[in-house]
Nanobody
């Protein structure tokens, strides 16, 4: 599965961005992770292809929303009320055979996109 992420950019605090990730094939779970400078990659959000399982990190809950368009094999991350601490490279990833209990775990994701930079200015 090849993944192509897009939609990053520079935005002021309080603003919004929508990230997109187009996949070349389907996968049981699709996720978003981010990595800020000097920090480890962390889970942001994930969704099952059936949409029956959705998860968001506590740090983004209520501000970010993950969604999927199965017809287009595309997953989205709508990011509202952005904060400077949301600045990071955002990666989409695919987990073809993960289970629900592991949908937040980075090790579940086998395929990764190239990342898209989100910069939030204060």
């Amino acid at each position: 599965v090849q993944l192509q992420a897009s939609g990053g950019g520079l935005v002021q605090a309080g603003g919004s961005l929508r990230l997109s990730c187009a996949a070349s094939g389907s996968s049981r779970f699709m996720g978003w992770f981010r990595q800020a400078p000097g920090k480890e990659r962390e889970f942001v959000a994930a969704i099952s292809r059936s949409r029956s399982s959705i998860a968001h990190a506590e740090s983004v809950k209520g501000r970010f929303t993950v969604s999927i368009d199965t017809a287009k094999n595309t997953v989205y991350l709508q990011m509202n009320s952005l904060k400077p601490e949301d600045t990071a490279v955002y990666y989409c990833a695919a987990a073809p055979s993960a289970i629900v209990g592991m949908m937040r775990a980075i090790e579940s994701y086998k395929y990764w996109g190239q990342g898209t930079l989100v910069t939030v200015s204060s």
